[in-house]
């Protein structure tokens, strides 16, 4: 069974910062894409950032102040987001594109990391 783990979420006041941590774990043969989302309370999930095969994608609101990045020997995937905001309050989620053992791409997502920016 592939799954991923988010960790790293909490709450921190506004201009902090934090970082996030996507894990993969299980039969996995190769990554290919991973990204972050985040939802809002009564909001839409949204696309924060991507990256594949190191080229890097982010939402217009987060540029400049988070980094994407991975790490393919850990199959680990990382969010370092600064001079965070209230409205970014959000459960963050970890997606990735995997092929585990079966052969077969797999959209995979995490159960989410709660973030709370509020002083």
Do not use: H
């Amino acid at each position: 069974q592939v799954q991923l783990v988010e960790s790293g979420g909490g709450s921190v006041q506004p201009g902090g910062s934090l970082r996030l941590t996507c894990a993969a774990s299980g039969s996995i043969v190769a990554i290919d894409a991973m990204g972050w989302y985040r939802q809002a309370p009564g909001k839409q999930r949204e696309l924060v950032a991507t990256i594949t095969s190191g080229i890097t994608n982010y939402a217009g609101d987060v540029k400049g102040r988070f980094t994407i990045s991975r790490d393919n020997a850990k199959k680990t995937g990382y969010l370092q987001m600064n001079s965070l905001k209230p409205e970014e309050t959000a459960v963050y989620y970890c997606n990735a594109r995997i092929m585990p053992t079966t052969g077969w791409y797999l959209e995979v997502w995490g159960q989410g990391t709660l973030v709370t920016v509020s002083s």
